[in-house]
């Protein structure tokens, strides 16, 4: 099993840019959320789908948009990116039936320019 | 809203323990996490405890959980130069959607 799976791993944009970040996971989850990590900021929640067909809005959503495409993808997109959208992306998953562990991918580094 | 609060650096001797502590707000959390990030890596579970356990060891690692004073703690005994990463606390309470609230992480830095 891969896990929890994102591409790319970096990526440089110019202000304005468009950007999809992808997210893929192999554990059948039905769970699935992206995270932002700035410095001495921890980890805050930007999008989260709690099932195949919902998405919901969570702390920082404001610039980005989301697609759960199926069961196994998640993507994130960024319009018309910013540098304040400079930061680490995590994507992650969880199956609530297996004790709430969530399972976290590698990590997309994104520079806005 | 919840919070979650942990002091951001921690520095120890290689063969040292190490402890990181944890203060969280909301009474109703049902789950308490700590995940380790290495660098330049995802975050990956550590250890987990329910609210109804106070105490649970797992080889060089004892989670104590004081629920009156709402206080989570990660003792590492015997910390390694490979124990050096950021190590996150979050909660969760049952009910809803699953959101666990993280709280800033801890760098825990280990000298030889």
């Known amino acids: 099993n891969a896990g929890v799976t994102q591409t790319p791993k970096f990526q440089v944009l110019k202000t304005g840019q468009s950007m999809t970040l992808q997210c893929a996971q192999d554990?059948?989850?039905?769970?699935m959320y992206w995270y932002r990590q700035d410095p001495g900021m921890g980890l805050r929640l930007i999008y989260y789908?709690?099932?195949?067909?919902?998405?919901d809005k969570g702390e920082v959503p404001n610039g980005y948009n989301v697609s759960r495409l199926n069961k196994r993808e998640f993507s994130l997109r960024l319009e018309s990116a910013a540098p304040s959208q400079t930061s680490v992306y995590f994507c992650?998953?969880?199956?609530?039936?297996?004790?709430?562990?969530?399972?976290f991918g590698p990590g997309t580094r994104l520079t806005v320019l | 809203g919840e919070d979650v609060e942990q002091s951001l650096f921690l520095s120890v001797r290689e063969g040292d323990s190490s402890v990181i502590n944890c203060t969280y707000t909301d009474s109703s959390s049902t789950y308490l996490y700590w995940y380790k990030q290495e660098p330049g890596a995802g975050l990956q579970l550590l250890t987990y405890?329910?609210?109804?356990?106070d105490m649970k060891q797992d080889q060089r690692l004892t989670v104590l959980l004081n629920k009156k004073d709402k206080h989570l703690s990660l003792r590492i005994a015997d910390t390694q130069t490979g124990d050096s990463a950021i190590y996150f606390c979050a909660e969760h309470a049952s009910g809803g959607s699953y959101i666990p609230t993280f709280g800033r992480g801890t760098s825990l830095i280990v000298h030889p």
């Open positions: 405890i329910f609210s109804n356990m």
């Open positions: 554990m059948n989850h039905n769970s």
């Open positions: 992650a998953s969880t199956e609530l039936a297996g004790g709430h562990e969530q399972f």
């Open positions: 789908s709690a099932s195949e067909g919902t998405t």
